[in-house]
């Protein structure tokens, strides 16, 4: 089994290779310092392995609206259950990389998702 690169993705916030090794899916993920990613929420669990920098990670589940927030340094994993938005915001330059299994779908959650977007502007 190799792995395998399916495609790049470059904006304002960094860049991120989409990569597939078997049934696994591994996006590597660059969010330079001051923005933000995700804003969304998955059906399926996710991991984010956050190789180098520092985020404040926020998640709120959807089903009881609690939410967490709290300031990780790399390295650490990250695993965001289904049905809870998430959030990353780079207080320093960062690099992570996303592992799931399934076909990638989500689903915008607006207040998170209105922060990526009030950043990149």
């Known amino acids: 089994m190799d792995l395998e690169y399916e495609k790049q993705a470059t904006d304002v916030r960094g860049t991120i290779i989409f990569l597939k090794y ?31 920098g520092v985020i404040e990670y926020r998640e709120k589940d959807i089903n009881t609206d609690q939410e967490k927030i709290k300031t990780i ?21 960062t690099i992570f990389a996303e592992e799931f299994s399934k076909d990638y779908s989500a689903v915008e959650y607006a207040p998170y998702r209105n922060i990526v977007m009030q950043k990149m502007s």
């Open 22 to 52: 078997g049934e696994k899916n591994l996006n590597l993920v660059q969010i330079k310092k001051g923005f933000a990613r995700g804003g969304h929420y998955h059906t399926f669990e996710t991991k984010h392995h956050l190789i180098s």
């Open 73 to 93: 340094t790399s390295p650490a994993v990250i695993v965001v259950p289904p049905m809870a938005a998430h959030l990353l915001i780079a207080k320093e330059d």
